[in-house]
Antibody
C-alpha cells in the first residue's frame, strides 16, 4: 500500500533553516511527480511546490520568494524540502503528496502523508 | 494565479440530509478539479478527481459534477462520519490553488 511519511519538523527560530523529508513506499516513486502542501494552524491548504518524476522540473509558490528548494532522491524513494530564512508565517503542518503519474496528468494529489509540524518562533 | 471560491464557508446539516457544496474557478480549468475531505488533525483525503471521478474506496454517496469554472460536490445522504471540512483544488496549472474550505457541522 502507498505510504508517505514526513519527518524533520520542529521548532526553529526566525531566519534559520530546516529540511523536511518524505519517505515513500508502496509504489514506483520514480514514476510520479511529488508535491509539498502546507496548512497554517486553523487555516486552509496552501500548495507549496512540485517536482517532476525525474526531478528536472520544479515549481514553487510565489509567496516563498526563492527561500525553499524541493528535491528528490529516486534511488532512496525520498522527497525533500529545504527551507531557508524561515519566517513566522511559515508556521504550518507540511504534507507531502503524490503527484501525477508520468504521462497521465489526470490523478494528482491522490495520497498524502500524515504531515509534520514546523513552528517558527523565537 | 487561478482563484478558487467555495460556498458556503460552513453549513449545518442532519444525518440523512443531501448536501451540496459549490466551487468556482476564476478562469476555466476544464475538469482539473479535486475535492478533499479533512477532519481535525488528519491529512486531506481525496474524494473526487477530474471533477466527477470517485477515488477508489470512497463511498458512492459522494459525487462531483461540473466543468469549466463551476463545480459541485454532493453528498446524497449525510452520514455521521461525513462531518468534516471539504476543500476543492484546481490541478490545471501551478500554483495548484485550493478553495477556502467548507465546514460541515451537525445540526
Amino acid at each position: 500500500q502507498v505510504q508517505l511519511v514526513e519527518s524533520g519538523g520542529g521548532v526553529v527560530q526566525p531566519g534559520k533553516s530546516l529540511r523536511l523529508s518524505c519517505a515513500a513506499s508502496g509504489f514506483t516513486f520514480s514514476d510520479y511527480a511529488m508535491h509539498w502542501v502546507r496548512q497554517a494552524p486553523g487555516k486552509g491548504l496552501e500548495w507549496v511546490s512540485l517536482i517532476s518524476h525525474a526531478g528536472s522540473i520544479k515549481y514553487y509558490a510565489d509567496s516563498l520568494k526563492g527561500r525553499f528548494t524541493i528535491s528528490r532522491d529516486n534511488s532512496n524513494n525520498t522527497l525533500s524540502l529545504q527551507m531557508n530564512s524561515l519566517r513566522a508565517e511559515d508556521t504550518a503542518v507540511y504534507y507531502c503528496s503524490r503527484g501525477a503519474l508520468k504521462g497521465d496528468p489526470v490523478r494528482d494529489f491522490d495520497y498524502w502523508g500524515q504531515g509534520t509540524l514546523v513552528t517558527v518562533s523565537s | 494565479d487561478i482563484q478558487m471560491t467555495q460556498s458556503p464557508s460552513s453549513l449545518s446539516a442532519s444525518v440523512g440530509d443531501r448536501v451540496t457544496i459549490t466551487c468556482r474557478a476564476s478562469q476555466s480549468i476544464n475538469s482539473y478539479l479535486n475535492w478533499y475531505q479533512q477532519t481535525p488533525g488528519k491529512a486531506p483525503k481525496l474524494l473526487i478527481y477530474s471533477a466527477s471521478n470517485l477515488q477508489s474506496g470512497v463511498p458512492s454517496r459522494f459525487s462531483g459534477s461540473g466543468s469549466g469554472t463551476d463545480f459541485t460536490l454532493t453528498i446524497s445522504s449525510l452520514q455521521p462520519e461525513d462531518f468534516a471540512t471539504y476543500s476543492c483544488q484546481q490541478t490545471y496549472s501551478t500554483p495548484n490553488t485550493f478553495g477556502q474550505g467548507t465546514k460541515v457541522e451537525i445540526k
